[in-house]
C-alpha cells in the first residue's frame, strides 16, 4: 500500500470523479431523449452515444497536443472522467485507432476487436445465464 501512496492526488480523483458524474448524467440524458423520440425497439440511444462518444474522445485527444488543453488536468476531466462516465465504448475505439496506427493490425483485429467484442458477448451471455441460475 505504501507505493501507492502518492501516486494518484486528490484533486486528480476528484476530477475523474466531477467528469464521470457530467458524464454519466449526459448518458442518461441522451439516452432517455432518444428512448423518447424513438422507442425502445432498438437502442438508438446507445448506438448515439458509442458514436458520439468516439468522436468527443477522438476529438479531446486530437486537442491534447495544444496548449490549452495539455495541462494533465484536463485528461483526467474529459478522457478519463466525462468520457469514462458516457461511453467506455469511446475508449475501446480509440486504443484500436491506436493500434492501428501503431501497424499492429493483428492485436487491433484479433486482441482488441474480436477479443472484446466476441468475448465481451460471451461474458456477457454467462453473467446472465449465472444470474438466472442463482
Not at 501512496?5 to 475523474?16: A, Q
Not at 478519463?80 to 458516457?86: I, S
Given at each position: 500500500?505504501?507505493?501507492?501512496?502518492?501516486?494518484?492526488?486528490?484533486?486528480?480523483?476528484?476530477?475523474?470523479?466531477?467528469g464521470g458524474f457530467f458524464g454519466a448524467q449526459a448518458r442518461?440524458?441522451?439516452?432517455?431523449?432518444?428512448?423518447?423520440?424513438?422507442?425502445?425497439?432498438?437502442p438508438y440511444g446507445t448506438v448515439i452515444i458509442n458514436l458520439s462518444g468516439s468522436f468527443l474522445l477522438g476529438l479531446f485527444l486530437g486537442l491534447a497536443g495544444k496548449a490549452i488543453f495539455a495541462d494533465e488536468a484536463y485528461r483526467w476531466l474529459v478522457e478519463?472522467?466525462?468520457?469514462?462516465?458516457?461511453t467506455?465504448?469511446?475508449?475501446?475505439?480509440?486504443?484500436?485507432?491506436?493500434?492501428?496506427?501503431?501497424?499492429?493490425?493483428?492485436?487491433?483485429?484479433?486482441?482488441n476487436l474480436i477479443g472484446s467484442y466476441f468475448l465481451g458477448l460471451l461474458v456477457a451471455l454467462g453473467g446472465f445465464w449465472l444470474g438466472n441460475m442463482i
Open positions: 500500500m505504501g507505493k501507492l501512496k502518492g501516486i494518484f492526488k486528490v484533486w486528480d480523483i476528484l476530477l475523474v470523479g466531477a442518461f440524458g441522451v439516452s432517455n431523449y432518444f428512448s423518447k423520440k424513438w422507442g425502445t425497439a432498438f478519463v472522467g466525462f468520457c469514462g462516465g458516457y467506455t465504448f469511446s475508449t475501446y475505439t480509440y486504443e484500436t485507432l491506436t493500434l492501428l496506427r501503431e501497424n499492429k493490425m493483428s492485436a487491433a483485429l484479433t486482441a
